[in-house]
């Protein structure tokens, strides 16, 4: 049985296919089974995993029609032999020593998530890094989640941030909703529920080739249509499994109306009105009553919510909120303009 099964989904990544499955291959921890599902992908890319596989025996090569990123990675799932389970994106890279090391923390502390540090395929400012890595200490050893906990999991949900193991994915049936996109918050909230013991790893191991969302390219946009029917998915899962009760409905909660917020707030003007739309379908009594309440929600998200919700005190003060964001990203980008040139 090998040690680590890696899954990477792949998919229209010819430009960086390449340079992904060699930072895999070429892992210290030689005991790994590479599971590359093909997801239709119009480029090249099904013919360099066959080719790739046709050199490395560690290697399976799974080809079907197109069913996006959650389809793909649930896809190898079957194919998992591995004692532990890593995801890995097709157009990232990662560390030669993220399984090795990583597996020997898991190991140590018998965990069933080690999480490790990540960057944005560049230079990675240090307080940043020692940031991360002073939150996630703090779920480290728990034996079971508080309150303070679940936001921390939740900021840091990536699916390939952490080196599951094996028997705690499949035997708690963590998978990503088919069809859907914003798969790594859902996951999430399944892992929560299963309480998981978490190990670290606090070095940089993972380089995420980051999207903005203020671009037009395909992956913003599912990310902007899928995250509130996602918010959907896990109200359901939580309603069905027994868990949306006190803490988690709170955390539920403000997760949601924070999360759609701040998407809103990251997107050009051509794109709010019809996200507006489908934000206000989902605002339901739920919602209206946690919004009432003193809470720790930000004011700039209550008042945001108030707006969309009819109050004209609201949408004033919303509306000045909006034009000071901008005026100061505006005022950013002549600063840094300026710093570059001296």
Not at 1 to 22: F, Q, R
Not at 123 to 147: A, D, H, M, S, V
Not at 176 to 186: A, L, N, S, W
Not at 261 to 275: D, F, K, N, S
Request: with cysteine.
């Amino acid at each position: 049985m090998p040690k680590v099964s890696i899954i990477i989904p792949v998919y229209n990544a010819e430009k960086y296919l390449h340079t992904c499955l060699d930072s895999v291959v070429d892992q210290t921890l030689t005991d790994i089974q590479i599971i590359c599902v093909d997801d239709g992908s119009p480029d090249r890319c099904p013919q360099i995993l066959d080719e790739y596989a046709a050199k490395d025996n560690r290697i399976t090569v799974i080809h079907q029609p197109n069913a996006g990123i959650a389809g793909a990675r649930n896809a190898a799932y079957p194919f998992i032999k591995g004692e532990y389970t890593l995801f890995v994106d097709s157009d990232d890279t990662i560390e030669p020593d993220l399984c090795e090391k990583a597996v020997a923390v898991a190991d140590a502390e018998q965990a069933d998530m080690t999480y490790f540090l990540f960057d944005r395929g560049k230079k990675q400012n240090r307080t940043k890094i020692r940031r991360r890595i002073c939150k996630l200490k703090e779920l480290i050893g728990k034996q079971n989640l508080t309150e303070n906990d679940y936001p921390i999991l939740l900021r840091y949900c990536m699916v390939w941030l952490r080196l599951w193991r094996s028997r705690f994915l499949l035997d708690n049936n963590i998978q990503c909703p088919v069809g859907q996109y914003m798969e790594d918050v859902f996951i999430t909230w399944q892992t929560i529920i299963h309480n998981p013991k978490m190990a670290l790893l606090p070095e940089v191991m993972y380089h995420w080739r980051f999207y903005s969302l203020s671009t037009s390219s395909e992956p913003s946009k599912k990310y902007i249509w899928g995250l509130p029917a996602t918010y959907d998915l896990i109200k359901k899962m939580l309603l069905k499994t027994g868990n949306y009760h006190s803490t988690l409905k709170t955390v539920f909660l403000k997760r949601k109306l924070s999360s759609l917020h701040w998407v809103y707030a990251q997107l050009p003007a051509y794109r709010q009105a019809e996200y507006l739309r489908m934000v206000k379908e989902r605002i339901g009594q739920d919602e209206q009553e946690y919004l009432s309440q003193k809470n720790k929600l930000k004011r700039s998200v209550k008042v945001f919510y108030y707006a969309l919700l009819g109050s004209r005190f609201a949408a004033v003060e919303n509306t000045v909120r909006i034009a000071l964001r901008k005026a100061e990203i505006i005022f950013r980008k002549f600063r840094d303009q300026w710093e570059r040139t001296g």
